[in-house]
C-alpha cells in the first residue's frame, strides 16, 4: 500500500488532489476550516485546509495485518514525524461498518490551529 504524502502547512492551493473528489464543506468543529474528502486506490484520504494551509491529513485505510499495518505506520511517521511515533499531532482509530467492513484511520495535523505568523 503505498498512499499519497502530503507537507503539513504548505499552501492549500499547491496540494495536488490525489485522486477523485468525492465530497467537500466545512469541518465541523474547526471554524474556517474546509475539507475534502478524496478516494484513492488504498481507500479515502480526507485534507483540511485553514488559512490558506493544509492544517490537517486524515487517511482512512480498510484494516490490514499487523505486519502491513506497520509498515504503513512506519512510512507515515517517517514522513511526517521524522519517525517519532510518540507526537501528539496524530491518532488512529479502527471502526466497523454497517456492512460488516473493518477500517482503520490515522490523522496528522499541524498544531496549534493558531493563526499564520
Not at 57 to 63: D, G, K, S
Request: proline fraction near 7%.
Amino acid at each position: 500500500m503505498s498512499l499519497p504524502l502530503f507537507e503539513l502547512l504548505e499552501p492549500s492551493d499547491t496540494v495536488s488532489a490525489p485522486g477523485e473528489l468525492i465530497w467537500e464543506g466545512p469541518h465541523e468543529k474547526a471554524a474556517e476550516a474546509h475539507q475534502k474528502r478524496y478516494e484513492i486506490p488504498e481507500g479515502h484520504v480526507i485534507l483540511t485546509t485553514w488559512q490558506g494551509k493544509l492544517h490537517e491529513v486524515i487517511y482512512q485505510t480498510p484494516l490490514e495485518d499487523e505486519t502491513a499495518s506497520a509498515h504503513r505506520n512506519a512510512s507515515l511517521f517517517d514522513h511526517y514525524g521524522d519517525g517519532n511515533t510518540s507526537m501528539k499531532s496524530w491518532t488512529t482509530v479502527s471502526a466497523k461498518h454497517t456492512d460488516g467492513r473493518t477500517c482503520s484511520g490515522m490523522l496528522f495535523g499541524a498544531t496549534p490551529w493558531t493563526t499564520p505568523q
